[in-house]
T-cell receptor, first 113, second 110 residues
Framework: GAGVSQSPSNKVTEKGKDVELRCDPI?????LYWYRQSLGQGLEFLIY????????KSGLPSDRFSAERTGGSVSTLTIQRTQQEDSAVYLC???????????FGEGSRLTVL | DAKTTQPNSMESNEEEPVHLPCNHS???????IHWYRQLPSQGPEYVIH???SNVNNRMASLAIAEDRKSSTLILHRATLRDAAVYYC???????????FGQGTELSVKP
């Protein structure tokens, strides 16, 4: 597809389990962003990748959160030992270089029981 | 990151123009003004951006004050599909992360 693809679209997990969320950016886009949005709230920045530069991890809320980007393309956001407050929609976006407009995926809705 | 201030909500009537204000008094000379919007149950989408001069595209117009401390997003004829949260964001000219504020929730009445 031509857009940003995220999977799974919905994930229900139990407290304490680990989850992985995947993002396939638009082909050729070198910058990739992760955000999360809790119910009724605005977007919270998590992490930003640009090319081969060190990622900007300044938004990760705790060391339970990590993300990697393999081969400059696909990214995986991992949340270890999930807590109920981790429940949110996790949005991925990509852009051409780090200066272009962001294109967002549909998001992965995470529910922690 | 320089901060923006927007009203929490605004109302408009269908087919009338809408002016969405944004204050950014601490903007630096290297900050671009970006607007995104988020329709219900969707990810945000890009609307428009500018630096100093007013900008027009197929979606909207952006009017930037001469001192750059405020800007206005103009939807020329609001439709019901324009009901969304509109975010005004400052972005350094080198790019990088976008920090979203709370935005303005626009409702459009038929």
């Amino acid at each position: 597809g031509a857009g940003v693809s995220q999977s799974p679209s919905n994930k229900v997990t139990e407290k304490g389990k680990d989850v992985e969320l995947r993002c396939d950016p638009i082909s050729g886009h070198t910058a990739l962003y992760w955000y999360r949005q809790s119910l009724g709230q605005g977007l919270e920045f998590l992490i930003y990748f640009q090319g081969n530069s060190a990622p900007d991890k300044s938004g990760l809320p705790s060391d339970r959160f990590s993300a990697e980007r393999t081969g400059g393309s696909v990214s995986t956001l991992t949340i270890q030992r999930t807590q109920q407050e981790d429940s949110a929609v996790y949005l991925c976006a990509s852009s051409f270089l780090g200066t272009g407009e962001l294109f967002f995926g549909e998001g992965s809705r995470l529910t922690v029981l | 990151d320089a901060k923006t201030t927007q009203p929490n909500s605004m109302e408009s009537n269908e087919e009338e123009p809408v002016h969405l204000p944004c204050n950014h008094s601490t903007i630096s000379g290297t900050d671009y003004i970006h607007w995104y919007r988020q329709l219900p149950s969707q990810g945000p989408e890009y609307v428009i951006h500018g630096l100093t001069s007013n900008v027009n595209n197929r979606m909207a117009s952006l009017a930037i004050a001469e001192d750059r401390k405020s800007s206005t997003l103009i939807l020329h004829r609001a439709t019901l599909r324009d009901a969304a949260v509109y975010y005004c964001i400052l972005r350094h000219n080198q790019g990088g992360k976008l920090i979203f504020g709370q935005g303005t929730e626009l409702s459009v009445k038929p």
